[in-house]
T-cell receptor, first 113, second 114 residues
Framework: GNSVTQMEGPVTLSEEAFLTINCTYTATGYPSLFWYVQYPGEGLQLLLKATKADDKGSNKGFEATYRKETTSFHLEKGSVQVSDSAVYFCALSDRGSARQLTFGSGTQLTVLP | NAGVTQTPKFQVLKTGQSMTLQCAQDMNHNSMYWYRQDPGMGLRLIYY???????DKGEVPNGYNVSRLNKREFSLRLESAAPSQTSVYFC?????????????FGPGTRLTVL
């Protein structure tokens, strides 16, 4: 079956530091890949997505590239802010009729001023 | 346009009690989903409904039932709550189309079973 493995947290960085959160996946076929963000007390929001190999998703300074050869979709940001403190989830969507999402376990990021 | 709404936001039950979690979306989406979120485990799919009138089991369906009341509403029922069902429950919906369409999530229901 499908699975997503995420870098374990928590991750604590100083403001303006470089962020990488690793994500690898196992899936049959060609899934779509997503990063969701969850701020304290809220539901999940889509941060970025990619639908095919070598696609780069980007939003709010975050980027991730769909690497089929390494089955990875690592999240990066060049300079984090305190407001980026949240839990980040990597997920994949299969191409079945229900387009179910399979999530990684989440990575808690705390950015200190 | 409220998106995905869930009620209640918080609930405390005693073991053996029953309750229904409500979810509604106003985006005319076909597919709807129920997930539970537990510490260190991400979100796990309980049940989903690919379209009005259909429901299917996800990864962790035991102890739950669902009803797709109409295109807008998808409820989750716990018939006899157990402490293992203490969790945060999220409802989501998804527009029709290809795999690139993301799911939209509600704010969640935090359930504690004593």
């Amino acid at each position: 079956g499908n699975s997503v493995t995420q870098m374990e947290g928590p991750v604590t960085l100083s403001e303006e530091a470089f962020l990488t959160i690793n994500c690898t996946y196992t899936a049959t076929g060609y899934p779509s890949l997503f990063w969701y963000v969850q701020y304290p007390g809220e539901g999940l929001q889509l941060l970025l997505k990619a639908t095919k190999a070598d696609d780069k998703g980007s939003n709010k300074g975050f980027e991730a590239t769909y690497r089929k050869e390494t089955t990875s979709f690592h999240l990066e940001k060049g300079s984090v802010q305190v407001s980026d403190s949240a839990v980040y989830f990597c997920a994949l969507s299969d191409r079945g009729s229900a387009r179910q999402l399979t999530f990684g376990s989440g990575t808690q990021l705390t950015v200190l001023p | 346009n409220a998106g995905v709404t869930q009620t209640p936001k918080f609930q405390v039950l005693k073991t053996g009690q029953s309750m229904t979690l409500q979810c509604a979306q106003d985006m005319n989406h076909n597919s709807m989903y129920w997930y539970r979120q537990d510490p260190g485990m991400g979100l796990r799919l309980i049940y989903y409904s690919a379209s009005e009138g259909t429901t299917d089991k996800g990864e962790v369906p035991n102890g739950y039932n669902v009803s797709r009341l109409n295109k807008r509403e998808f409820s989750l029922r716990l018939e006899s709550a157990a402490p293992s069902q203490t969790s945060v429950y999220f409802c989501a919906s998804r527009p029709p189309g290809g795999g690139a369409n993301e799911q939209f999530f509600g704010p969640g229901t935090r359930l504690t079973v004593l």
